[in-house]
């Protein structure tokens, strides 16, 4: 069984000197720059696997007190979506990092989620994530991989993670 080599969580990763702490984790940007810090430790040229799992978009949709949202957060609705904007800064400085080290061009990145979102959603008779309800079905899944596919290649074909990680 293959197993991490290096396994670390929010009370390694955080520094509440520089970021905002919740109590669902810490500032996802904290988890990225302690990515590029351990990219920065690896011998030019490694190959490197990675899994960040981002919180900020899992309830209560917090995000830190120095990013304006885009939305009034009047609604659940609205938070959550304040949160995926706010994963959207996450996501460039995590693309960004790997930019500024001459990663960018030859590195597989792969954005997914772990479900939809039922947040807005009619109330059902079991909450959306235990049943094949439209909004817990679709799950973003972007990859980025330079010279896979055309630049900008898009599909609307369905996908699964099922096979993801032997996929990769």
Not at 109 to 120: M, P, R
Request: charged share 20%; net charge negative; no cysteine.
């Amino acid at each position: 069984a293959r197993q991490w080599d290096v396994m670390e969580d929010a009370r390694v990763m955080s520094d509440p000197l520089v970021y905002e702490e919740n109590t669902w984790g810490i500032d996802d940007r904290a988890t990225v720059d302690h990515l590029l810090a351990w990219i920065d430790t690896l011998p030019p040229g490694d190959r490197f696997g990675s899994l960040l799992i981002p919180i900020t978009a899992h309830w209560p949709y917090w995000i830190p007190s120095d990013v304006d949202p885009p939305l009034p957060p009047i609604s659940s609705k609205n938070e959550f979506l304040n949160a995926v904007s706010f994963l959207d800064i996450v996501f460039e400085r995590m693309m960004t990092g790997l930019e500024e080290r001459g990663l960018a061009d030859n590195t597989a990145v792969i954005y997914l989620a772990d479900h939809g979102e039922t947040v807005g959603e009619s109330p059902r008779a079991s909450a959306g994530r235990r049943l094949a309800y439209q909004p817990s079905l679709h799950v973003p899944l972007v990859i980025l991989a330079p010279g896979m596919w055309p630049q900008g290649s898009k599909s609307d074909r369905l996908s699964s993670h099922v096979d993801l990680l032997p996929t990769v």
